[in-house]
């Protein structure tokens, strides 16, 4: 059986959360985190989307890029420019 290959569409959809790459782009702008707060601290995340989180990235797989290209896109705002 092949697995789908995990994207931020279907990282969205596993959280609970509209999947449309508009939702998405307004989530991510919505929620930018300051610099020091780690993804799993992050407020807005219910229990179950805490947990689904640390799961995957504990994995260290496929689903562990994604996470941490959500992380990284939350996190846009706190990093210094060039």
Do not use: Y
């Amino acid at each position: 059986m092949r697995q789908t290959r995990p994207r931020m569409t279907n990282l969205f959809e596993q959280l609970g959360l509209d999947s449309s790459e508009q939702a998405i782009q307004d989530f991510i702008g919505q929620h930018q985190l300051a610099a020091e707060i780690h993804i799993m601290d992050a407020e807005f995340w219910s229990d179950g989307q805490r947990q689904f989180l640390a799961e995957k990235i504990a994995s260290d797989g496929e689903w562990a890029i994604t996470v941490d290209q959500l992380n990284e896109a939350l996190h846009e705002d706190s990093v210094p420019r060039r």
